[in-house]
């Protein structure tokens, strides 16, 4: 709707995964090269981690979209179902149509396909989205599947993404052996303060943006109010390009961004950048005291002071 308004092409915040649309920031350029490196290389097992909405999915579509005929590739997203039906989708993934019925018949029919692959020169590739919902025995039997090799190479190379909890997991003492064969393990981070601009940008100009939309101003309150992750990111920047194009705004200020965070009810942990040149004031929260705490030792004395007052009288009178 307010694509024609801002000069654009397509909407450029979209949820979407777009090759085309893909920020290859600094750690998203080094992550991609690390497992670039971890896949030519048949490394095995690879891990990649961060937390929610800061674009591990986008970075495993872009990887599996870069891949050589030479790589056959698939990507399994609903990691939550059970064990059988996880080894059906991987085998329906790479061997067709072919059922299992249990995990022996899988693996009989599994590893010779990873032979045959291997004596075409054909790489495996397994990326298993939202690992962290893996259970133990399907880690313990994708662990089997990354230390088969021939000829002294590795036949299966597995990536798993997952968020930080996958950690813990990993840790416990029967996947010891599993985290020991993970050869290549990078964890994506929030964006910083450049980061959200140089990707607000680089997206508007994928979309065929040749003005600027966003204010200066406006794009610290986005990396302020999104905390720096991409997902909260994209739907801040949509609303903000909705509501500007509503009030025919042809510039986004950093108020109508504030407006917009409201209206999501995002709530920032960082105080707005202040103008250049001036520095914020520093405010200093002191908890206002109870009666109790700021009269206690007045009450403490008082009731020490009537009770000497008292045995004395009592002394006194006996």
Known sequence: MYRDFYGLIQKPFQSEFSTSFFWLGNQFNEAYSHFSHGIDTAKGLMLLTGDVGTGKTALAKFILANQPTSVKAALIHHTDLSDFDLLKGIAQHFIGEK??????????????????SHQDQKTLLLIMDEAQNLSSSML?????????????????????????????????????????RIAISHHLHSFTRKDTKEYVEFRLKAAGCQTRIF???????????????????????????????NAKEKSITASRVERCAEVMNLKTKLNPTPPEGKKQPIVIYIPRKTFLEKYAVWIAATFLLSLVITTAIIIIYR
């Open 99 to 116: 059922e299992v019925a249990n995990c022996s018949e899988f693996l009989l029919c599994f590893e010779p396909f990873l032979k045959i």
């Open 215 to 245: 204010q200066e101003d406006a794009l610290d309150r986005i990396f302020e109010l999104s905390l720096g992750t991409p997902r909260t990111l994209n739907n801040l920047c949509d609303l903000a390009l909705i509501q500007g194009y």
């Open 140 to 180: 313990e039997l994708l662990q089997h599947l990354c230390g088969l090799e021939l000829d002294g190479h590795l036949l299966f190379t597995l990536l798993l993404v997952g968020q930080s909890s996958i950690h813990a997991k990993l840790a416990l003492q029967q996947h010891q052996a599993l985290r020991q």
